[in-house]
């Protein structure tokens, strides 16, 4: 992975952190009962940002280790940065709203939840295919 597609994809995982700090905010006033809200749904929020944010940081750190023709290296930073932001935006929508997104359906909110969450299945897939052949292709060039 380049240096530019790294320092990429580290910038938008820092912001996904961020993005999942803020969402452990409603998760503690949920747990302290000066808000209303699904437990479940706010830790989820929080984690997924959190977590997220760490592949990311991750990836871009091993990102040399990979070899990747250009635009593939390119392809796996934007579906690492597409995954990100589409886990934690579809999980503090889900929990801001109170809908869980698992099929389509329901209420308008449930539908853009659960496609937000789909499009993130479909890039982290895609992300982890190239991880697995950039690696592959690095242990066969030894």
Not at 46 to 70: D, P, Q
């Amino acid at each position: 992975m380049s240096d530019e597609t790294s320092r990429r994809v580290i910038f938008h995982g820092a912001i996904v952190v961020l993005l999942g700090l803020a969402a452990g905010f409603p998760f503690a006033f949920v747990i302290l009962g000066s808000m209303t809200g699904d437990v479940r749904a706010w830790r989820m929020a929080h984690l997924e940002g959190v977590l997220n944010g760490l592949v990311m940081f991750a990836i871009a750190g091993i990102g040399s280790k990979l070899t990747l023709s250009r635009g593939q290296q390119s392809l796996l930073g934007w579906c690492l940065i597409v995954t990100g932001y589409g886990n934690v935006v579809a999980s503090i929508l889900g929990a801001s709203v109170g809908v869980r997104g698992l099929e389509a359906g329901g209420s308008l909110a449930n539908t853009v939840v659960y496609l937000v969450f789909v499009i993130a299945v479909v890039t982290v897939t895609t992300a982890m295919v190239l991880l697995a052949l950039g690696t592959r292709r690095s242990a066969a060039a030894r």
